[in-house]
């Protein structure tokens, strides 16, 4: 993966394993590495996806795996989102607005996402064990490498990112 000086975000439920669903997540695990070795380990608070006063896990937001096209939508500044931009994360990928890509493109997601990945910006890597499509590549268009992972423990994950071990699963995506 990488070598030198970054960070690595995992977001879990209870500091020792790897969620198995972003958005269902409680809180960040933050590492630092310094030339492949932990050198700081920290919690940070992750905004959750899902209705506030409502459980955790619970999964409430509907998902659309048709592919749907439609047109872009538009932020609350009226600037037109594709597919891969959120609001101020840069350029996308190009593709249109709900090409395929499932849920996750609307105003609302796009506003979740950017909250939940705002105290993650100085971070390299998130590792998570399944999310969705729209904050895979809100993740990505904000500089941060999704990579969603089989490996369970968090330790074993982090070791698998500083050795250059770990897998990228994308193919479950939803």
């Not at 506030?52 to 795996?65: F, R, V």
């Not at 969705?132 to 089989?150: K, M, R």
Request: with cysteine.
């Amino acid at each position: 993966m990488s070598t030198g000086n970054f960070k690595i975000a995992v977001v879990s439920n209870n500091g020792s394993t790897v969620s198995q669903h972003f958005g269902s997540a409680r809180f960040y695990e933050v590492f630092t590495i310094d030339n492949g070795i932990i050198s700081n380990r920290e919690r940070r608070e992750k905004a959750n996806f899902h209705t506030p006063g409502q459980p955790y896990n619970q999964h409430l937001h509907q998902h659309q795996h048709s592919g749907i096209k439609s047109l872009p939508t538009e932020n609350n500044s009226g600037q037109s989102i594709r597919k891969g931009q959120g609001a101020g994360m840069g350029q996308g990928t190009g593709m249109q607005h709900g090409e395929g890509m499932g849920h996750g493109w609307d105003n609302h997601s796009v506003d979740k996402h950017t909250a939940m990945i705002g105290n993650i910006m100085d971070c390299k890597y998130l590792l998570s064990r399944g999310m969705g499509n729209g904050i895979y590549y809100h993740l990505q268009n904000a500089g941060i490498e999704p990579v969603v992972t089989d490996i369970q423990f968090i330790e074993d994950a982090i070791k698998a990112v500083t050795d250059g071990t770990i897998v990228n699963h994308s193919e479950k995506l939803h």
